[in-house]
């Protein structure tokens, strides 16, 4: 199995400055790129400019909140990120917190096990 080195973005700075740090990133030798959904940037949004910026790189989410978006949406997002970066996608969904749910996105905390 290839051993892999991965990073969480976005990166500090404007998103739309960060293509020369992802070239970077892969030149140094990552392998794969993470983005949270916690507070600045939407957790695609970052992975979906590194899709068209740097081919080298896996993307995956870690850890999009069920909660923050319908099911529907949350399988458009998706689907649009693995058809912007064919089998270089990966995706994870998990319940978040109640201080992002509940805070945050003004949505109950309630059987976080069920929601995923």
């Excluded at 290839?2 to 990552?30: F, I, N």
């Excluded at 080298?56 to 949350?74: D, F, H, Q």
Aim: proline letters at 8%.
């Amino acid at each position: 199995m290839q051993q892999r080195h991965g990073m969480t973005v976005p990166l500090p700075g404007h998103l739309h400055a960060q293509r020369d740090q992802l070239r970077k990133l892969a030149d140094l030798g990552y392998t794969d790129i993470w983005s949270a959904e916690a507070d600045g940037a939407d957790a695609f949004t970052p992975l979906a400019l590194a899709s068209a910026w740097e081919p080298r790189l896996r993307l995956g989410t870690a850890i999009v909140p069920a909660y923050t978006r319908s099911p529907a949406c949350m399988a458009q997002s998706v689907a649009t990120l693995a058809d912007a970066a064919p089998g270089r996608f990966a995706v994870g969904i998990g319940s978040s917190s109640n201080v992002i749910v509940e805070r945050w996105n003004a949505v109950p905390f309630v059987e976080p096990y069920k929601k995923v």
